[in-house]
């Protein structure tokens, strides 16, 4: 049987190549190594190009896109009447909060709390408005180009003092922005009409009288 052709093999390792390429450094084959029974990255360069990559992908997810961002989801409250954040979430917020304003929620201490009547403790579930963050190898593949664009520019205005060499990196990385724009528009369904989710319309079309 067959090997199933694999299209996407952007990883960390060959982002992390691809920045150093754009900053006139050899690439590496692998980040860490094992010393005294830990992993541990082969050298500060690598570590410090890793660190930009894992922060410009944090400042990307953070923007909310159609595959990280999640509306009206549930969370429940547990025994003891606090609901816990998950883990992976960088923004959220009460679905239709500027409509009911019947809660003000923060993160405190990795769990909910109410501004509004100044407690940790809720009666019944409530639906939000999540962006979550993922790990890099889950990420469509426009994204993890842009992210590595973006990390290339800012590699190479720490790093390198060549300023025409990042001006040539910020033209690559509009055009990675551009891909995850269109890739934005053609997942993500959006209409003017603000129809709601789980619902269908169709809007009129010309071909329609036409085929008559």
């Given amino acids: 049987m067959a090997t199933p052709t694999t299209y996407d093999t952007e990883t960390e390792l060959s982002s992390v190549n691809s920045i150093l390429g754009a900053i006139g450094q050899a690439p590496v084959t692998r980040l860490y190594e094992e010393q005294n029974g830990e992993l541990v990255f082969i050298n500060p360069e690598i570590a410090y190009i890793y660190q930009i990559l894992q922060e410009v992908n944090v400042d990307v997810q953070n923007e909310g896109w159609v595959f990280n961002r999640e509306e009206e989801y549930k969370l429940t409250p547990n ?10 979430v960088l923004r959220m917020d009460v679905s239709e909060g500027q409509v009911y304003r019947t809660t003000d929620v923060v993160k405190r201490d990795g769990k909910l709390y109410d501004k509004l009547h100044h407690t940790f403790e809720f009666e019944k579930p409530l639906n939000f408005d999540i962006v979550w963050k993922f790990p890099y190898e889950d990420l469509p593949s426009v994204f993890k180009r842009y992210i ?10 720490q790093l390198v003092s060549n300023p025409q060499l990042v001006q040539l990196l910020q033209v690559q990385e509009g055009q990675a922005r551009g891909a995850c724009m269109e890739y934005e528009c053609n997942q993500g369904d959006h209409t003017i009409f603000g129809t709601p ?5 169709r809007a009129y079309q010309p071909y329609r009288t036409l085929a008559r």
Avoid: D, F, L
Wanted: hydrophobic share 35%.
């Fill in 79 to 88: 025994s003891n009447k606090t609901i816990e954040i998950p883990a992976n």
């Fill in 148 to 157: 590595t664009s973006r990390a290339s520019v800012r590699a190479a205005t």
């Fill in 197 to 201: 989710m789980g619902t269908a319309y």
